[in-house]
């Protein structure tokens, strides 16, 4: 009976009379239009730093890609899946959870794996590319996975989600062009555009917030929080181990670690918002915990990698400046006698 309700609640916009259908209705067409303009900018943003040039030269070469895309469409989604199984979340929030697992990359990765001084062609393309490829991959993947989840089958809004999807690429694709015939514009409209975009989201979340009250505590449960925090460190470190397996070389495993376990949150936000009926309320602010889950997850991996970089340039240097007999051993095989004086006088004078 309660799976019934959820897919009436899907189909027919019906919560029984738990909420006020005119209000709610009326609230979501404003939020609907913010977020299809905030979603229209923030693909634009991306498009533009998007090259036509970098792309070919991968599709040329697609093995780093291929292990990127087959990363990110096999990992996240199973791992959304699981978790979503093992928390025993209810039909919606299972539902944006998988949504989320689904999800292309977006900019948070390239950031991310800029600051992990990771392969940024590879990183771009494979955001280009796991965003067209987001067409068909997103709906196939919540079709497959939503038969574990009984009463959910016939009740997500593949079509829409599809729709959503295509009409996100057109932005998108304005914005490649714009980068590869005026490239002079396309910093400043990712800067602007992303500034508008944040501004709206924080605009939609405070209508949200005043609109639904209490309810938006349904977003922070524990049990979805948790699996907030945890999902995007799984997509990291599986990301990692599996282009690893496949020799990728260190910066292009750093790429796909990033580009794994990074989702495109805007895009999760709009398509919850859009796609579904306003029933969902405020679970489609979730996608938002996990862009932040992401960014905090992230940052400690780029914290750890930063500091063992500079221990290792340490322990490079300190080793630079000290004679083992070893080495005037070495030295001298090599070199002799002259080599081993010149080798001292240098340290002595380091010192």
């Not at 979340?89 to 991310?112: F, K």
């Not at 555009?193 to 639904?212: K, Q």
């Not at 914290?303 to 080793?319: A, D, E, I, M, V």
Request: aromatic share 8%; net charge positive.
């Amino acid at each position: 009976m309660a799976n019934l309700s959820v897919v009436d609640m899907l189909r027919n916009n019906s919560l029984n009379g738990m909420i006020d259908i005119n209000e709610s209705s009326k609230m979501s067409r404003i939020g609907n239009f913010i977020m299809i303009g905030t979603m229209f900018l923030t693909m634009l943003s991306l498009g533009c730093t998007m090259e036509i040039a970098k792309i070919k030269g991968h599709i040329v070469k697609p093995k780093g890609v291929g292990i990127a895309i087959v990363s990110q469409y096999g990992i996240m989604p199973l791992t959304a899946f699981c978790l979503a199984k093992v928390f025993q979340l209810p039909e919606m929030a299972a539902v944006v959870v998988l949504i989320c697992g689904c999800s292309p990359g977006g900019l948070l990765s390239n950031v991310m794996s800029l600051a992990l001084r990771g392969d940024m062609n590879l990183s771009i393309v494979m955001t280009s590319c796991s965003t067209v490829l987001a067409f068909g991959m997103m709906p196939l993947l919540l079709f497959l996975y939503c038969q574990g989840f009984e009463g959910l089958q016939e009740a997500v809004p593949y079509k829409d989600i599809a729709l959503s999807l295509l009409s996100i690429l057109i932005p998108c694709g304005i914005g490649i062009l714009l980068n590869h015939y005026r490239p002079q514009y396309s910093n400043i409209i990712t800067k602007v555009g992303l500034i508008i975009s944040t501004i709206c989201f924080v605009v939609v979340t405070t209508l949200t917030v005043l609109d639904e009250g209490e309810k938006v505590l349904t977003v922070v449960s524990p049990s979805m929080m948790t699996i907030a925090f945890l999902m995007p460190m799984i997509g990291y470190t599986l990301g990692y181990l599996f282009s690893f397996l496949f020799r990728l070389s260190q910066p292009e495993c750093r790429t796909v670690s990033m580009e794994t376990g990074c989702q495109n949150g805007p895009l999760c936000m709009a398509l919850v918002k859009v796609a579904f009926p306003p029933q969902f309320g405020p679970l489609f602010l979730y996608p938002l915990i996990y862009v932040f889950s992401q960014l905090c997850d992230a940052t400690l991996l780029v914290l750890l990698f930063r500091s063992h970089q500079c221990w290792q340039q340490h322990k490079n240097k300190k080793g630079e400046e000290f004679i083992t007999p070893k080495l005037l051993k070495n030295i001298y095989r090599e070199q002799g006698h002259l080599s081993i004086v010149l080798t001292c006088n240098l340290a002595l004078w380091r010192h």
